[in-house]
């Protein structure tokens, strides 16, 4: 009987699980987990502080008891500190202090990622937060009924939904970010700015350009200094990004990169010792789909996709991991933003020869009541092939993101996209779909 | 300089002109419309009558101040009575008699197509309605004030939205089928019965494998007969298809075909007579996405693809059309329905060797208070490309259907398509995408 041991149950190891699961109905599956929560949802903690998720333990993804249907060992709790490759052997240490070893035939390491924390004076005081955990939601969420005024630190997507769901909640809210425009790598500037605009009118502040430099305060937060400004508040969530876990595996001499730290995988999603697989914010994808290099990602969709994969070829499967395009999307007030592939600033950074055409356009006919206005922006190889897109609107620019995702994943061009078969009702959709509209304008930029 | 004329102003008309405009800035574009009315969305009149759009005028797609803009002569109320394809020369008549013949270099012909009736005792009655022009939709939207007992003959979109629409109004409304099936050749029976469900719920009757027979009443509708029953009523609104204007081309001897009646093109959208194309509801596509064959569409958005290449290349352009998938979508109350590519039925009809998978899948987080539950099913060969899908659900149907209608043009498998780079932010998306879940399904079959 093959034994299958999990390292993390995060969304990639529970997937991984799942699928090691349905892949061999008799394996022995264990999952190691040194928190005291199974997989949860992270991306949904900032909208649970808003109030729209009623509950921090309703973003268990799977309850206690999927586990012990699917016959998975859940062991939470309980670090793993130790592998064998050689001996195929994990050392575990549950909180309590007992020690155990695990033998296993194939092991997967879900082991994750931590929040960068920012080496400035400070740093320590208490309401200085992050959100990467159910207990750093409760925190949040618990501070923010006495502490109205709040700094963010950083504008990514983890940044600008915090900043959101605090002003939603009657904040003053503050988002500080070191380089010159928001969700940089996500959106261009123009497109970045039309959504800092949107958040700016519903009474969120930035400070763009802007190192955090020091909080201030004595024995509890009292103010910020940022790129040479001081500002006071109450509270600080920093939303600066994560650094993949990486020591277990570097410790027990598994191939891993220094810059970005991450463990290295093959198409597989198996490291460079045979049997060991590793899948979500710890690895680095092996090729992304526009630009032929490895790529992090850290993304949950992704994880997920890449744990399906560990998954299944941890339980004797044999199945393989695409090129990735990081498509992912947020909504911050009543503004979805979608992205997919390469933004131009993007491409630019890596030599690409590209073009693109964006344009404010309406999803549904002029005669309709409702109004469905959506930016648009394609990114298109000289030759015509779409390499990236982004879509901010009221909705359905996540949707639209994954129509570029299928075109990008196939190579299709603008031509084609521009002639591509709607689904037209006026109540649901315009004839003229925007995308295809856009198509037509980078056309008309190629030619 | 380039003399262009177009008969017909409907959407593919309007189209043909403004893309024509666009590719040649001095040419002298006339467009021939025998209505009153410049082109308007006909898919937007059971809307209309359901009080969703205010009023019937505001369906013009463009106010005439759009083609005075763009120079474009608007001849309305005006009919072309013969083509001297010769002579390059076209008669017309406007409706106070007046006669005259317009040169043409280029021809498009958009001459759309009619409502079929249907030869049964009764048809002449007042109250006997069909909904294809803006006098239609206002017949209709005033009788249905007075008279509350409605039968809709036919049961693909136009019949259900209309039926769905007078519902709406307050009236008793029986739809009438020939078929086993509401929405054949669109959706599969289990999903077509799903949304027939939905809509007796709401209180609609269907009346399946009835043919109707007879249309009763003295001076007025006062019952109809069908399948053998009888059934009392007051209006009856026929909505069994349409079919192709193709007389015109047929006496100037342009090349048509009689089963189905229409004008056969290449994909340059040209008839057999250089110089002379058309586009829209007139014309039979050159082929279809998966079976290499003619394709009828008559669907609004094909009509609007077709009139722009054909109107490009009249005025000098080179640009093909590509092959045809179908897409299309509905609303009906609450529930939103969308289908592109094949059916199973459809593909089995064609000796297609394919296997499909359906579920219904949750397009959104189990914590999130919001549900949007949506039926799924994909069609595929067995070497697993996608050749069709369909969605119900009570949004974001139509999109999803865009992204299977990229992935059927492009040749996307259903291993493609479980893998694709999907959007999720859980107040929009979950992490799985229920079309990937759908595609997985899928892929189980096919092993």
């Known amino acids: 009987m ?7 149950c995060n969304a990639a190891g529970m997937t991984s699980a799942g699928y090691s699961r349905k892949t061999d109905r008799t394996a022995e599956i264990t999952v190691v987990e040194r928190g005291k929560y199974p997989a949860y949802s992270r991306c949904g903690l900032p909208y649970v502080i808003e109030g729209v998720i009623p509950n921090l333990e309703d973003l268990l993804i799977s309850p206690v008891e999927w586990y012990r249907m699917n016959k998975i060992n859940l062991m939470l709790e309980t670090t793993a500190t130790e592998i064998d490759t050689s001996e195929k052997t994990v050392k575990i ?3 309590e202090g007992e020690e155990r070893t695990l033998d296993y035939d194939s092991l997967v390491l879900c082991t994750g990622a931590e929040p960068v924390t920012i080496p400035v004076p400070g740093k320590n005081l208490p309401q200085v937060y992050q959100l990467r955990t159910i207990e750093d939601g409760r925190r949040v969420f618990e501070t923010a009924k006495e502490r109205k005024s709040v700094a963010v630190i950083g504008a990514r997507f983890v940044g600008i939904e915090t900043a959101a769901a605090l002003r939603h909640r009657g904040c003053e809210v503050t988002v500080v970010e070191m380089l010159p425009q928001i969700l940089d790598g996500i959106l261009d500037p123009e497109f970045a700015s039309e959504v800092q605009k949107s958040m700016e009118e519903r009474g969120v502040k930035f400070l763009l350009n802007s190192a955090l430099e020091e909080i201030k305060g004595d024995g509890h937060v009292e103010a910020v200094v940022a790129g040479g400004h001081e500002f006071s508040c109450e509270m600080v969530v920093t939303a600066v990004g994560v650094r993949a876990n990486i020591g277990l595996a570097e410790r027990a001499g598994i191939g891993v990169s220094k810059r970005p730290p991450a463990i290295k995988v093959n198409e597989k999603m198996e490291t460079d010792v045979k ?14 789909a526009v630009v032929p290099q490895p790529w992090m990602s850290q993304l949950g969709t992704v994880a997920v996709r890449q744990a399906k994969i560990a998954g299944i070829n941890a339980a004797g499967g044999n199945t393989k991991f695409p090129a990735v395009l990081g498509a992912c999307a947020s909504k911050v007030f009543d503004v979805e933003i979608a992205s997919t592939g390469l933004t131009e600033t993007c491409a630019r950074r890596f030599n690409l020869d590209c073009i693109s055409a964006g344009a404010k356009l309406p999803a549904r006919p002029h005669y309709l009541p409702e109004k469905v206005p959506l930016r648009v922006k394609l990114v298109a190889r000289r030759d015509g092939r779409l390499i990236g897109g982004q879509i901010v609107g009221i909705k359905e620019a996540g949707l639209r993101a994954e129509i570029i995702s299928a075109a990008i994943a196939k190579g299709m061009t603008a031509d084609e996209l521009s002639m591509l078969d709607n689904c037209y009702c006026p109540v649901i959709a315009d004839a003229n779909e925007p995308l295809s509209t856009a198509a037509e304008l980078l056309l008309r930029k190629l030619r």
Not at 2 to 8: F, L
Not at 278 to 288: E, F, L, Q, R, S
């Open 93 to 95: 240490t549950h909180k």
């Open 275 to 288: 049997g060991v697989y590793a899948a979500g914010d710890c690895v680095i994808c092996p090729t992304h």
């Open 2 to 8: 093959r034994k299958i041991v999990i390292i993390g």
